[in-house]
């Protein structure tokens, strides 16, 4: 009797090894469904960069998902599937306002640097004229596939500067630096102690070049006897853009200020 009961433990001890070490495989009941198929109906994502966990998206479906966002700033939408082999197709990635129906304005950056081009993947990125809550329209067109489980992301991709001033005779400056194969384009604005703007301007910025600004010059002409911050957003991928920011005094003192996001590229 006693054998028997120790022989018993031992093998509910081998199949509870076993079932430990056992790596289940993927399917697509396993993947938890965030998006959903009706717009108005979808779960808020957060712009601060953090992919949605795996998702899945049947075929000929569109897939939702709701996100707020802030005027002046700018934003990039990332979808991918990094599981299941693609034929070739491609998602079709885009933005309607919370009516459901109006299109929101974006550019197609899949290619951009990091490229996400020749898969079952899309980016877009905008800069958003106003607070707003908007959709993210995901339609998944490949017929010849019982569907795809990916990740999605949105990043807030503009860049705080946490200072700058012209007291005292100071100049300050911003530099950008494209570290991408595509030319982009920003747009820098500069904002008093009050939050209210004191000079913008579009900013070119050209292929693996630096671009700089400085507040005493064209196209900025910030006035003497001013101070507070600044920010830059642009249409591209997620770091995309260096940035750097600097004061320099009447006595060539040179003092570096924090010129980044406030989110980290993960």
Not at 68 to 77: F, Q, T
Not at 101 to 113: E, H, I, Y
Not at 138 to 164: C, E, H, I, K, M
Request: hydrophobic residues 35%; charged residues 15%; contains cysteine.
């Amino acid at each position: 009797m006693k054998k028997a009961c120790l022989l018993t433990i031992f093998c509910l001890l081998i199949s509870s090894l076993a079932l430990a070490q056992k790596k289940p495989g993927r399917s697509n009941a396993d993947v938890v469904r965030a998006a959903v198929t009706t717009c108005g109906d979808d779960p808020v994502i957060s712009s601060d960069g953090t992919p949605v966990g795996e998702d899945f998206i049947a075929s000929a479906t569109t897939a939702y998902y709701k996100l707020n966002v802030k005027g002046g700033h700018s934003y990039a939408i990332e979808v991918w599937a990094p599981f299941d082999p693609t034929d070739g197709s491609s998602p079709a990635l885009s933005l309607v306002a919370n009516d459901c129906s109006t299109p929101v304005s974006t550019t197609d950056v899949t290619a951009d640097d990091p490229d996400l081009s020749g898969g079952f993947s899309a980016r877009i990125s905008w800069i958003q004229g106003s607070d707003a809550s908007v959709h993210v329209s995901f339609n998944n067109p490949d017929q010849n596939s019982p569907g795809y489980t990916y990740y999605v992301r949105v990043t807030d991709t503009t860049l705080f500067n946490a200072r700058w001033s012209t007291y005292s005779g100071w100049v300050s400056y911003w530099g950008f630096t494209n570290t991408t194969a595509t030319a982009m384009t920003g747009h820098l604005t500069v904002r008093g102690l009050d939050g209210s703007i004191v000079a913008q301007s579009d900013v070119s910025l050209p292929v693996n070049q630096a671009t700089y600004l400085q507040s005493n010059k064209p196209p900025l002409n910030v006035p003497a006897q001013n101070a507070g911050n600044a920010s830059f957003a642009y249409i591209g991928p997620p770091g995309a853009v260096v940035t750097d920011s600097y004061m320099v005094g009447t006595n060539g003192l040179f003092i570096p200020t924090v010129f980044a996001t406030k989110h980290s590229y993960r």
